[in-house]
């Protein structure tokens, strides 16, 4: 019986160790502690996360994070480009609809038979351009938007409803007169635009974007030949810095404007000043504009002019043709007609 209880505690001995074998538990050492895996991303991405912690001597979790950032990062841009790629074939496909509603507008013109898809005019038709900058190279009427019946209500007055209309076709400076006038204010017209120009500047300094493929239609006309000015309303240093900053500036001659004239684009001067400084003909220098008041200031003087498409006077598109000689839905080369 002693011999049969001898054998019976070694055999359980060899059972216990055996099952501390199979669980990875060894006699005189500890138990490893549970440790929680990494989180996966991908095979290619984990591969080089350990080979990026292991040289850099970084623990794994903050490479995970780092290399996770710029992963993402990367995902984002080309989602960016993908979007952009695809809201610009959206707007190719509203600029052909909105030319095909166009034509029927203006079907009853009586030089309608003499319309034809054609490109921006080139060296062959013009020797110089003068553009406009809000509306035409810049996207930038958005920031202009009830600017002046803001500064009116600031001054806890009520604007009439005409009032930002009537000052789109008056200078800056004549603009704050007219306010001042108006309202028989104490500050002077300085005072006024200063105040008035003052949430607009930084839109122009950091925020505005040209209009889509203006640099591709620069590029070409510089390449040409043709010489290039800005006649604007806007104040000058706005002009400057945003076409500075957009790469755009070197392809202008230089700007005029308005207030340079001291008269807005009712009259014809600033155009003329234009021309002046170009040393070209009138009838081989192009005015493009986007306002319907500029375009029919510059047919007047006998400028060949071209009608620029813009969200904000879609409304005018048949009245614009009827002055134009060109009407542009975008500068790509491919969606313009001419006369």
């Known amino acids: ?12 001995g060899l059972l216990v160790i055996g099952s501390g074998d199979a669980c990875g538990i060894r006699l005189g050492r500890s138990v490893r502690p549970y440790k929680r895996p990494m989180p996966r991303l991908s095979t290619r991405v984990n591969r080089r996360v350990f ?3 292991r040289m850099r001597e ?4 903050q490479e995970v994070s780092r290399v996770r950032q710029r992963y993402f990062t990367r995902q984002n841009r080309w989602q ?4 952009q790629s695809a809201q ?3 707007r190719q496909r509203a600029a052909d609809l909105r030319i095909q509603k166009l034509l029927q507008t203006v079907s009853s013109h009586p030089r309608i038979e003499l319309l034809r898809r054609r490109a921006f005019p080139a060296r062959q038709e013009v020797d110089a351009v003068i553009f406009d900058l809000d509306g035409t190279l810049l996207d930038s009427l958005w920031a202009w938007e009830n600017s002046g019946s803001n500064y009116v209500r600031s001054l806890g007055l009520e604007p009439p409803a005409d009032l930002d209309a009537k000052l789109e076709t008056l ?3 004549d603009g704050a007169r007219y306010v001042k006038e108006m309202y028989h204010l104490p500050d002077p017209p300085e005072v006024i635009l200063e105040k008035t120009l003052e949430p607009i500047k930084n839109r122009y300094f950091y925020e505005i974007e040209p209009m889509p493929g203006v ?10 030949g043709v010489k290039m000015a800005v006649a604007t309303a806007s104040h000058k240093e706005f002009a400057e810095r945003a076409l500075k900053r957009l790469g755009m500036l070197d392809y202008f001659e230089f700007i005029i404007t308005c207030d340079e004239v001291g008269i807005g684009k009712t009259s014809p001067k600033v155009y003329e000043a234009a021309l002046v400084r170009l040393g070209t003909l009138k009838e081989r220098t192009l005015v493009a504009e986007d306002a319907l008041h500029a375009l029919e200031t510059a047919h007047q003087a006998g400028f060949p002019t071209a009608a620029i ?3 904000h006077s879609l409304e005018q598109a048949a009245q614009k043709l009827r002055v134009a000689d060109y009407y542009i839905t975008q500068y790509n080369g491919q969606n313009t007609l001419g006369k």
Do not use: D, F, N
């Open 1 to 12: 019986m002693k011999r049969m209880g001898i054998l019976l505690v070694l055999t359980l």
């Open 51 to 53: 080979q990026a912690a």
């Open 58 to 61: 970084r623990p794994a979790a």
């Open 80 to 83: 960016r480009e993908y979007t």
């Open 88 to 90: 610009q074939q959206a």
């Open 171 to 173: 200078s800056l400076m």
């Open 215 to 224: 640099r591709e239609q620069l590029a070409q006309l510089k390449a040409q």
């Open 309 to 311: 498409e813009e969200a």
